[in-house]
């Protein structure tokens, strides 16, 4: 729990920044006031959450310990109530299979969700994922994952192709389990994250042994949910997955839209609704990432009327059609996915966002600093638009 300052009801880390904290311990009003009087620039106070993104055209893989040392110079943007990465290509051995890995609070609960992963999946590989003991991290739950495919005859019977038959299993288990939680449920991919800040829940993971040829991280500053390990970033549902810097405006209408589809937004959040709202849209409508950021971050409609004709009718379907899909409010977010990463911004760029690239590799992240303290000398380095998606891909021929 976030102490509270002795003089004021509101916590002290809502009014100051992290650095400053240090240097109010033990603080009377007074000198606290001295230094919320400080000018522009004297003090830091982050705008709430950490990103960054990691992506190899060719396909060429680095281990996690890259993106850990990636997202460590922005430390300050989070406050240690939850970190975590996701990574594509990571288990080649086992690339064909699905990769569950899920959350449990206790032993009824794991045998509950095991008696329903079981009947689903013929599963190849079960085991404990593998950490490391660190004093940063602490009350962690018990963290599986399960390698296997659904059952031919499952599939028959429920008349489901294979990734819709996952995806609503999902939704099963972390809305009918209790104490259980799948937070990754893709093909050689997995979403790893708890309580802390990033690079410790790096450490925890023990993310040096894995290699992969995308990586995403996330840093935490929670606004309007508490800390907890289901509700760190990234969320994934198959292998999308979404890291997020900022608070929607539109959640309940975003919601309401896709909870009539069969999502369950169980946790309350708006990055949930952005993964799903991804899923439905490139997924199950079948539109291409471009048009999906074309949807969640629309343009205005008065920059739609001033537009040429075949631009103009391509907005103002999508508009029309998904009206309840866009995402207004401050935002930057990373949508990771087999052989594919996109970058985006609200259309007003109220978060900070920068994309770096040097050979076939690009860089994303919240600042500047993440990206120079791995790859110190750029080929290009720039801040993309409001709205403006930025789609990378593997090179062809390459496969992930």
Request: charged share 25%; with cysteine.
């Amino acid at each position: 729990m976030l102490k509270r300052h002795r003089n004021k009801s509101r916590p002290l880390s809502r009014r100051i920044a992290r650095g400053g904290r240090a240097a109010l311990s033990g603080c009377d009003p007074c000198r606290e006031a001295c230094y919320l009087m400080q000018y522009e620039g004297q003090t830091r106070i982050p705008s709430g959450c950490a990103i960054s993104g990691i992506f190899s055209r060719s396909g060429g893989k680095f281990s996690g310990d890259t993106i850990v040392r990636s997202i460590a110079p922005m430390h300050d943007r989070s406050n240690g109530l939850g970190g975590g990465f996701a990574a594509y290509g990571i288990y080649p051995r086992q690339k064909e299979l699905y990769a569950l890995h899920v959350f449990y609070d206790g032993a009824r609960s794991k045998d509950e969700c095991e008696n329903l992963i079981f009947s689903a999946f013929d599963v190849n590989e079960a085991e404990k994922i593998p950490t490391r003991r660190i004093s940063e991290i602490t009350d962690e739950p018990a963290v599986w994952r399960y390698f296997g495919l659904p059952y031919r005859k499952n599939l028959e019977d429920t008349h489901l192709d294979e990734r819709e038959y996952v995806a609503r299993f999902v939704m099963k288990v972390n809305t009918e389990v209790r104490g259980a939680y799948v937070f990754s449920s893709g093909k050689n991919m997995g979403v790893f994250k708890g309580v802390g800040f990033p690079e410790d829940v790096g450490r925890f993971y023990r993310l040096e042994d894995y290699e992969g040829y995308c990586w995403t991280a996330h840093g935490r500053y929670p606004t309007n949910t508490p800390g907890w390990w289901g509700g760190a970033h990234p969320f994934a549902l198959l292998d999308y997955s979404v890291v997020h810097n900022g608070e929607i405006s539109s959640y309940d209408a975003n919601r309401r839209f896709i909870e009539m589809f069969g999502y369950s937004c169980t946790l309350l959040t708006d990055t949930e609704v952005i993964t799903y709202i991804i899923d439905y849209l490139n997924r199950r409508r079948r539109l291409t990432m471009k048009e999906v950021a074309d949807v969640v971050a629309a343009p205005f409609w008065e920059e739609i009327e001033t537009m040429p004709e075949p631009r103009r009718r391509h907005y103002t379907y999508l508009r029309n059609v998904f009206s309840s899909l866009l995402i207004t409010g401050p935002f930057s977010i990373l949508v990771g996915y087999t052989g594919g990463m996109m970058a985006l911004n609200d259309r007003c760029k109220l978060r900070s966002m920068v994309v770096g690239e040097r050979g076939d590799t690009v860089y994303v992240a919240s600042e500047e600093c993440a990206i120079r303290t791995i790859q110190p000398s750029l080929d290009r380095l720039w801040s993309p638009r409001g709205g403006e998606p930025v789609i990378v891909g593997l090179n062809k021929g390459v496969r992930a």
